[in-house]
Nanobody, 128 residues
Framework: QVQLVESGGGLVQAGGSLRLSCAAS????????MAWFRQAPGKEREFVAAIRWSVSRSSANTYYADSVKARFTMSRDNAKNTVYLQMNDRKPEETAVYYC?????????????????WGQGTQVTVSS
């Protein structure tokens, strides 16, 4: 069983930056594909970013939603069992609850139904 705990949410002004963290339990963390999703009130859960670790290359592969590409950076520290989401140039319409998720399969996917593990979510509010 993997447990995910997000932190770092809060209030940020439009154009500002915020970094989310997600700490995971489990000894095989490096094998998991991790992702961030967000959900605004009255809207469906939306893919933000995902990252997987290539054991053969000892490097991470990332994938971003078009709406956040070039502004958000997802990274992972396998030694700390933690993933991060650095969010720059925030926009008010990005106010939402942000969720960390993980799946045991290595294939990157934007489909939230394919992720087995979820954190409790952290509120991010972007003021205009």
């Amino acid at each position: 069983q993997v447990q995910l705990v997000e932190s770092g949410g809060g209030l940020v002004q439009a154009g500002g930056s915020l970094r989310l963290s997600c700490a995971a339990s489990g000894r095989t963390f490096s094998r998991y594909t991790m992702a961030w999703f967000r959900q605004a009130p009255g809207k469906e859960r939306e893919f933000v970013a995902a990252i997987r670790w290539s054991v053969s290359r000892s490097s991470a592969n990332t994938y971003y939603a078009d709406s956040v590409k070039a502004r958000f950076t997802m990274s992972r520290d396998n030694a700390k069992n933690t993933v991060y989401l650095q969010m720059n140039d925030r926009k008010p319409e990005e106010t939402a609850v942000y969720y960390c998720s993980g799946r045991s399969e290595s294939l990157l996917t934007t489909d939230w139904n394919q992720y087995e593990y979820w954190g409790q979510g952290t509120q991010v509010t972007v003021s205009s």
